[in-house]
């Protein structure tokens, strides 16, 4: 049975840094074809695809926040970390971390954490 | 960047009845290795979203039958046969052929 689960900070200042911890069970991120990527929803808004860890270590970023984002795994740990930097109101959101397998892409979602910018 | 269209934003049917949501891309999504990034999410009321369709037409594990998908190019379409309860929620493309974009959802609503 696949699980994933998103851990850290449930607020952070702004100018702060976010460190997010997806911490998964049932598969393995040094098998080939497999990623693990992270999406956020601002409240009451549309999904928003962040970046992606593949088992070769190829990473990928949306464009529009690049410059702040780093995506990094732990696979004794079976960990994927996202950080993000000079956090912003805008980045309130629930943020997801989920399974990439092959063909099938987000084919199963952490349970999301909701992380609030503010002063 | 590739951007997702979704029509309508919103849908209310009645139980049993077919519903239809269209989703259009900037881009095509055909790659050269001759599929189709194209992908159909559900997030239910609280909950994460879930993956209903990949490639444009295949069925994730689980997914009952009268979800289907269809289209090519830059237009897509998701369907289902006969609505239910259970189906409420908001329904996402996303494209996967230059990195991801998700559309800004359609929310499907019960009479």
């Known amino acids: 049975q696949i699980t994933l689960k998103e851990s850290g900070p449930t607020l952070v200042k702004p100018t702060q840094t976010l460190t997010l911890t997806c911490t998964f069970s049932?598969?393995?991120?040094?098998?080939?074809?497999?990623?693990v990527g992270w999406i956020r929803q601002p409240p009451g808004k549309a999904l928003e695809w962040l970046a992606l860890?593949?088992?070769?270590?190829?990473?990928r970023y949306s464009p529009s926040l690049k410059s702040r984002l780093t995506i990094t795994k732990d696979t004794s740990k079976n960990q994927v970390v996202l950080t993000m930097t000079n956090m912003d109101p805008v980045d309130t959101a629930t943020y997801y971390c989920?399974?990439?397998?092959?063909?099938?892409?987000?084919?199963?979602w952490g349970q999301g954490t909701l992380v609030t910018v503010s002063s | 960047d590739i951007v997702m269209t979704q029509t309508p934003l919103s849908l209310s049917v009645t139980p049993g009845q077919p519903a239809s949501i269209s989703c259009k891309s900037s881009?095509?999504?055909?790659?050269?290795?001759?599929?189709?990034?194209l992908y159909w999410y559900l997030q239910k009321p609280g909950q994460s979203p879930q993956l209903l369709i990949y490639?444009?037409?295949s069925r994730f594990s689980g997914v009952p039958d009268r979800f289907s998908g269809s289209g090519s190019g830059t237009d897509f379409t998701l369907k289902i046969s006969r609505v239910e309860a259970e189906d409420v929620g908001v329904y996402y493309c996303?494209?996967?052929?230059?990195?991801?974009?998700f559309g800004q959802g359609t929310k499907l609503e019960i009479k």
């Open positions: 996303m494209q996967g052929i230059h990195l991801y974009t």
């Open positions: 490639e444009v037409s």
């Open positions: 989920a399974v990439w397998g092959g063909a099938a892409a987000g084919s199963l």
């Open positions: 860890i593949y088992w070769d270590d190829d990473k």
């Open positions: 049932g598969f393995s991120l040094s098998t080939s074809g497999v990623g």
């Open positions: 881009q095509s999504l055909l790659h050269s290795d001759g599929k189709t990034y």
